[in-house]
């Protein structure tokens, strides 16, 4: 049937019973036979443990438990499931045990128990059973299981035990950048895993996670003083979890975001930083407890509630149209980390909600138009789905009465207890009604899975991200319908999506190395101080600080205005008299590009960016190019550049969905600049420099301006620039 047959028993009670239960694809079951074949053929530990990389909310735990069942049939006695620290993640892995493993437990064959309320007098009979033990990663859980293996029940320690480590990047790998208490306190964790697994008598150990990143590309040792050596994850074994059909993670939210034929193309809406500011706390100079609805500092705020109202109500008459079970659908706001600033937005968003309810109740004009808004909105990625399409009227009527019913609530989530009471009995946060918003921080980002998530306003500062830590506040990645997508809106400012494009790039390119092989590897690099380009060792990066480089990846500022004519004609006009002059003395020339001295191609640049202005929250970072460039051609004799020019371009500065407009380069057929410049782009790079008119009617200054757009060679390594790194 599959390889690892003649390797492991496929035909146990336990495999079975889930295969029937959960009718995996083939896929699932090479990924789950494969992981049990090596975890019983090699040696693993927390240093060298066998890996399970899969991606945010991919189908990580349904993998591992199949992986867990066929290990039970396969001479594993136990499982400790070592889940990240929270009361709430304990409860819903004990849930979803209880839920994938109903038949093994009512058949008295296994026991699930939580490490902290294990029963101090299990009988033999009872130890006989397979058994899983939930343990949450904190030092007082850690030392009951010691306790648990040891003392209470020593008969356990000579049974066959596999260790799976779920969220392993979380307590099994520390940062450089984290407080020392926190990398104090993630290698306690980390040493006493270790050292219950190499005390039982036969141990295998599993991490499972979602970054490459920490686990792949540790430094050959760190040392945070003279008497502690923080050694490497170097994986033993490593298999991928398959991404399902119906998964949407960061491909969907950046790469398909730039497509106008796709919904993911009306996904992110811009919000500024001053829309954050009045979320941190109450402010009555900045905003008004009465007529929330008018204030302009609350307009993307509001937006974003009647957004995901009027979305579900999309959602909700086509499935009652479709004589399908109408869903309960939810929205995040994650912004802030204290209670104090999560009661402020719940007032916030009860007060929204509130005038809202007034309106309707009234019959106002400004709901109706409030509403119709968003309607039409909505139904522009809604058209794009192949379902049916509700009238306005329909849909007013809808709204009216999620108002009048109250069916829509909102609910803080902050520490443990609060979470606790929240989740249903699968675990995940119960959708009490069928508009839930949720306000929380941190407790949130720690893998609670909210279903039917269809808005998330978010804002936490990127400065301090971390790429585990991102990853898992994008609880709006996951099994999602293409249906429910239609109306779902991701709210933050660019900067944050920006640094999250990049954290997606950065991880993206990983798993692509990984799967060539780790020859393939990715290089890292940084400026040092006398400017030169250096290797950077991967723990020193920090992930807002970083661009990844591939073949042909295309690189252009976005979001500028022009300056003024006065300022910048001579410039402009600089730059076309540098271009003719370097025609001149090419050594190479086509049809429709020339090669340029790396020096001169910097000189034209820097000229270019003295005649943009950058808008808030948009950046054109020149060292950044100057440095891409020099790495580039690093190892050319002769360092040039190809140069593709193109004049009389009259482009909008806005585009129709009020967007600043990030394609000039992409015209159609085979003389499109884009694809000259990556046919000509084999081994040097090549820049596009397009000169605009740049006419006052396009939204521009009315003056001529050049824009210029990178692409990188066919011929290079995958690399990561890190343009700032951690201070050691």
Aim: net charge neutral; proline share 4%; charged share 25%.
């Amino acid at each position: 049937m599959r390889e690892t047959q003649s390797r492991i028993d496929i035909k146990g009670t336990f495999y079975n019973f889930l295969i029937q239960k959960n009718n995996y694809d083939k896929v699932y079951l090479d990924c789950i036979e494969s992981t049990v074949s090596n975890l019983v053929q090699q040696q693993t530990s927390a240093n060298k443990p066998g890996m399970l990389l899969g991606k945010i909310q991919s189908g990580k735990t349904r993998t591992f438990l199949g992986i867990m069942g066929l290990a039970y049939d396969n001479g594993y006695d136990a499982v400790v499931i070592l889940t990240k620290g929270t009361k709430a993640l304990v409860k819903q892995t004990i849930a979803r045990l209880h839920q994938e493993f109903d038949g093994m437990l009512v058949r008295d064959n296994m026991r699930v128990y939580d490490i902290m309320t294990m029963p101090g007098n299990l009988s033999k009979w009872e130890l006989h059973k397979k058994l899983a033990i939930v343990v949450k990663k904190e030092t007082r859980n850690m030392d009951k299981l010691q306790q648990a293996l040891f003392e209470t029940y020593p008969q356990l320690k000579n049974k066959h035990i596999l260790f799976i480590d779920d969220e392993a990047d979380f307590a099994s790998v520390s940062y450089e950048n984290n407080t020392e208490k926190n990398i104090i306190e993630m290698r306690v964790i980390a040493s006493k895993i270790d050292n219950i697994r190499a005390n039982v008598a036969k141990g295998s150990y599993l991490q499972v996670t979602a970054t490459p990143y920490s686990l792949y590309l540790q430094p050959e040792e760190r040392r945070k003083n003279d008497f502690v050596k923080f050694e490497p994850v170097r994986p033993a074994f490593t298999t991928l979890v398959p991404i399902h059909d119906q998964y949407i993670g960061g491909n969907f939210y950046f790469d398909e975001a730039e497509n106008p034929t796709s919904p993911a193309y009306y996904l992110y809406q811009e919000i500024k930083e001053n829309d954050l500011a009045v979320m941190k706390k109450m402010d009555l100079r900045r905003v008004r407890k009465e007529n929330v609805l008018a204030q302009n500092n609350l307009a993307n705020v509001n937006k974003a509630v009647i957004n995901f109202i009027v979305g579900s109500c999309i959602r909700r008459w086509q499935q009652h149209y479709l004589k399908e079970k109408q869903e309960k659908y939810a929205m995040v706001v994650h912004t802030e980390r204290g209670k104090k600033a999560h009661d402020w937005q719940q007032q916030l968003i009860h007060r929204i909600i509130a005038d809202l309810t007034k309106l309707a109740k009234s019959n106002d004009d400004l709901f109706t138009e409030r509403i119709e808004e968003s309607y039409h909105h909505l139904m522009k990625s809604v058209r794009l789905v192949d379902m049916p399409e509700p009238s306005f009227a329909e849909i007013l009527k809808e709204v009216n009465e999620a108002f009048m019913e109250e069916m829509v609530i909102v609910s803080t989530v902050n520490s443990d207890k609060e979470v606790e009471e929240l989740l249903d009995f699968t675990g995940q946060l119960q959708l009490r009604t069928p508009m839930n918003i949720f306000i929380g921080g941190q407790i949130l980002d720690r893998g609670v899975t909210i279903s039917n998530l269809t808005g998330f306003f978010y804002g936490r500062n990127p400065k301090s991200f971390q790429q585990d830590t991102v990853l898992q506040h994008s609880r709006m990645y996951g099994a999602r319908s293409m249906e429910d997508m239609a109306v779902t809106r991701f709210y933050t400012t660019r900067n944050i999506y920006q640094v999250m494009e990049r954290i997606h790039e950065f991880d993206t390119e990983l798993r692509e190395a990984f799967k060539k092989g780790h020859d393939q590897g990715v290089v890292f690099i940084q400026k040092d101080a006398s400017n030169q380009i250096v290797p950077c060792s991967p723990n020193k990066i920090l992930l807002s600080n970083i661009v990844t480089l591939k073949p042909h990846k295309r690189m252009l500022p976005v979001g500028f205005q022009t300056g003024y004519k006065t300022y910048i004609s001579k410039p402009v006009e600089k730059i076309s008299v540098i271009l003719r002059e370097t025609k001149k003395t090419s050594p190479g020339i086509t049809d429709d590009a020339f090669l340029a001295p790396s020096n001169i191609v910097k000189e034209i640049l820097s000229l270019i960016h003295a005649t943009l202005q950058m808008e808030e929250g948009y950046e054109w970072d020149l060292q950044e190019y100057f440095s891409i460039l020099d790495y580039i051609t690093l190892d050319m004799e002769e360092k040039y550049v190809w140069l593709i020019v193109r004049e009389g371009r009259n482009i909008k500065r806005i585009d129709s969905e009020g967007r600043f407009e990030n394609a000039p380069d992409t015209p159609s057929g085979n003389k499109g600049e884009l694809k000259v410049a990556r046919e000509l782009a084999t081994d040097h790079p090549a820049i596009i420099l397009l000169k605009q008119l740049g006419l006052e009617e396009n939204g521009w200054r009315g003056t001529p301006f050049w824009w210029p757009i990178m692409v990188t060679p066919l011929h290079m390594d995958s690399t990561v620039y890190a343009k700032e790194t951690i201070k050691q």
